[in-house]
């Protein structure tokens, strides 16, 4: 059995907060890689990661980002298209973390229309609990289907 990416050591030059959420993303990424139905957790996952990572960067949503979110429950693309498009923003997720620096975890980052503060910190790790919570949730619903 493999070990679970948390337990796979520590991550060289990278602040223990830091290499614990690239972990985090690690382990999402390798429980998808397997899904073969393409459903809303999946394209959820892709695109809340997406705006979350604009809010973690200090920005808010782009029209295309709004417009994009409320396609969201619309169907089609097939498994490898949003398992790619999840890869594509925790890739743009782990880039932002890899420059957070322990000094910055306070930062006010401001998160929907209505503007609700959090730190910075708190945002990068909502990312991949939010992230870990839909993973569950498309596995799970790719096994009922099959059963």
Not at 17 to 39: F, K, P, W
Not at 43 to 56: E, F, I, N, P, V
Request: aromatic share 4%; hydrophobic share 35%; with cysteine.
């Amino acid at each position: 059995m493999n070990t679970e990416p948390w337990l796979r050591g520590i991550l060289p030059d990278v602040d223990p907060v830091i290499g614990y959420l690239m972990r985090s993303s690690q382990h999402i990424r390798e429980d998808i890689a397997g899904l073969t139905e393409a459903e809303f957790n999946l394209k959820h996952l892709a695109g809340s990661t997406d705006r979350l990572c604009t809010y973690l960067e200090g920005h808010q949503l782009s029209p295309a980002q709004l417009e994009a979110a409320a396609r969201e429950t619309e169907p089609g693309g097939d498994a490898a298209t949003w398992i790619a498009a999840v890869n594509q923003s925790l890739d743009r997720y782990e880039a932002i973390i890899r420059n957070l620096t322990p000094e910055h975890f306070g930062d006010i980052r401001e998160v929907g229309r209505r503007r609700l503060q959090t730190t910075a910190i708190g945002l990068a790790i909502h990312i991949v609990e939010h992230g870990q919570r839909h993973t569950g949730q498309a596995i799970t619903t790719c096994r009922l289907k099959k059963s």
